[in-house]
C-alpha cells in the first residue's frame, strides 16, 4: 500500500512561489509503472490536475495548460518524495492541493490548504 | 481537453433506495491497449481526499463495497448504488485517465432524502 505524506506552508504570499512536498511509502518515486501527481480543488474550479512526474528510462514530465508556464514537479530519488513549485501566485490558487499515485489515483496525501495572501 | 459532464449536480435518495449517477465524455475514453475505458469514480467525503471506488469504468477497488457499481461505454457511464447506506453521502466525482490533462467531473452531491 503506498502512503503519501504532504509538507509544506498553508500560507504564500502574492508573488511568490508556492512549494509542497510529498514523501512516498510502500513505493519508489522511480518504479517505472506508475505515475506521481499534484491536483488541487477549489470551490470556483472542483477538482483540477495539475501534472505529473513519472520515470520510463528516463524522466517525464506533463502539465496543465492553465499553468504550464509557472509549474515545476521535480522527483528526489534520494529522499524518495516528490515536489510541486508553483511560482508567481496570486489569489486565485488558493486551494487544497493533494499529491496522488498511479494513473487512477488510488493513494492521496492528506491534503495541504494553501492560501495566497498579503 | 476532455469535458467530463455530470448529471445530476445534487441527488437525494432514500435509505435502501438505489442512486444512479452518469457521466459523459466529450471524446473516447476507451484505451486500446486492453479494450477498456479510462474512467474512474471517486467518492469525496467532508474535509477527506476523494476515494477511488471504481476503475476502468467497472471495476470495483478492493475494500468496496458491492453495492457500488460502475458500467457504460462509448461516452457515457454510470455509477449506481444499488441500495443507498448512511454512510455513502459524500460527492462523487468521475474523471477520464485517457490523455492528459486528466479531467474530473463537477461531482454530483448526494444526500439522504
Known amino acids: 500500500q503506498v502512503l503519501l505524506q504532504q509538507s509544506g506552508p498553508g500560507l504564500v504570499k502574492p508573488s511568490q512561489t508556492l512549494s509542497l512536498t510529498c514523501a512516498i511509502s510502500g513505493d519508489s518515486v522511480s518504479t517505472n509503472s506508475t505515475a506521481w501527481n499534484w491536483v488541487r480543488q477549489s470551490p470556483s474550479r472542483g477538482l483540477e490536475w495539475l501534472g505529473r512526474?513519472?520515470?520510463?528510462?528516463?524522466?517525464?514530465?506533463d502539465y496543465a495548460a492553465s499553468v504550464r508556464s509557472r509549474i515545476t514537479i521535480n522527483p528526489d530519488t534520494s529522499k524518495n518524495h516528490f515536489s510541486l513549485q508553483l511560482n508567481s501566485v496570486t489569489p486565485e490558487d488558493t486551494a487544497v492541493y493533494y499529491c496522488s499515485h498511479d494513473f487512477f489515483f488510488r493513494s492521496w496525501g492528506q491534503g495541504t490548504l494553501v492560501t495566497v495572501s498579503a | 481537453d476532455i469535458v467530463m459532464t455530470q448529471s445530476p449536480d445534487s441527488l437525494a435518495v432514500s435509505l435502501g433506495e438505489r442512486a444512479t449517477i452518469t457521466c459523459k465524455s466529450s471524446q473516447t475514453i476507451l484505451y486500446n491497449s486492453n479494450n477498456k475505458h479510462s474512467l474512474g469514480w471517486y467518492q469525496q467525503k467532508p474535509g477527506q481526499p476523494p476515494k477511488l471506488i471504481i476503475s476502468?469504468?467497472?471495476t470495483r477497488e478492493s475494500g468496496v463495497p458491492d453495492r457500488f457499481s460502475g458500467s457504460g461505454s462509448g461516452t457515457d457511464f454510470t455509477l449506481t448504488i444499488s441500495s443507498l447506506q448512511a454512510e455513502d453521502v459524500a460527492v462523487y466525482y468521475c474523471q477520464q485517465s485517457y490523455t492528459t490533462p486528466i479531467t474530473f467531473g463537477q461531482g454530483t452531491r448526494l444526500e439522504i432524502k
Open positions: 512526474t513519472y520515470y520510463r528510462s528516463k524522466w517525464y514530465h
Open positions: 476502468w469504468a467497472s
